[in-house]
């Protein structure tokens, strides 16, 4: 991280819903400083290209909001690590997607190993055989080092990451919901264990419940994780 993006504006920034990277890009280049642009009033932001006023006015209110003090608390509650697109351990197959998240947190731990990574997803509501398939899948392939991506979702996600457990290998689920909403709420002992073996991560604010328009987002931090999508 260097000095033009302190961690936590970027945590405050990463709450202002639909920013996302690629208008944050366009603010850096006309602000240069994650401060300057919380800092800024709301002509200055709508002045950047992409940047209306329902964006304009989330940075203004967000950066008044006091919210961050409870956000670093959770934080640390959970003992997560959060990991900015600027660090150099932010994963190499995520940045080259077009819009890669701002921030990852991190329950767990990323390796250089998950550069060989394989996503095995699919219905919440398999067949015997589908659910037998995935988990084999997930076991055979992290049997030759290569890690499990999925979703923590019921049914195929949780087949592919029980596969991976069994065998020892490593395996990461990525939510659609904040490290501090484990969702399903049947899968906590699955959190924990890949957290111990791989890594539980999101996007999203530690409290952000499971909103319907938030699998599309971790859907794609899922294949831009991996090199190959199996769905089963």
Not at 197 to 202: F, H, I, L, Q, T
Request: hydrophobic residues 40%.
């Amino acid at each position: 991280m260097d000095n033009l993006h302190d961690i936590e504006d970027l945590i405050l920034l990463n709450m202002v819903e639909g920013l996302g990277i690629v208008r944050l890009r366009a603010l850096l280049e006309r602000f240069e400083r994650t401060n300057a642009v919380l800092k800024a009033t709301k002509k200055e932001l709508m002045s950047v290209q992409g940047i209306g006023e329902v964006i304009s006015n989330g940075i203004t209110n967000i950066s008044k909001s006091g919210i961050l003090d409870n956000e670093l608390a959770l934080i640390k509650k959970k003992n997560v690590k959060v990991i900015t697109v600027y660090d150099k351990d932010y994963p190499q197959n995520l940045k080259s997607v077009f819009d890669p998240p701002i921030l990852l947190y991190v329950q767990g731990d990323l390796d250089k190993r998950d550069i060989l990574s394989i996503a095995i997803v699919g219905s919440r509501r398999p067949s015997f055989y589908g659910r037998t398939t995935a988990e084999r899948l997930g076991k055979e392939l992290s049997s030759l080092g290569i890690t499990i991506v999925s979703g923590m979702a019921r049914g195929i996600d949780t087949a592919g990451h029980r596969g991976a457990t069994k065998n020892g290998g490593r395996t990461i689920a990525v939510l659609g919901s904040g490290l501090g909403v484990i969702y399903p709420p049947e899968n906590k002992e699955l959190f924990e264990e890949i957290a111990s073996k791989g890594a539980v991560v999101s996007e999203f604010p530690m409290g952000t419940i499971p909103d319907r328009k938030n699998f599309p987002k971790r859907n794609r931090i899922i294949s831009g994780l991996s090199l190959g999508v199996i769905v089963v």
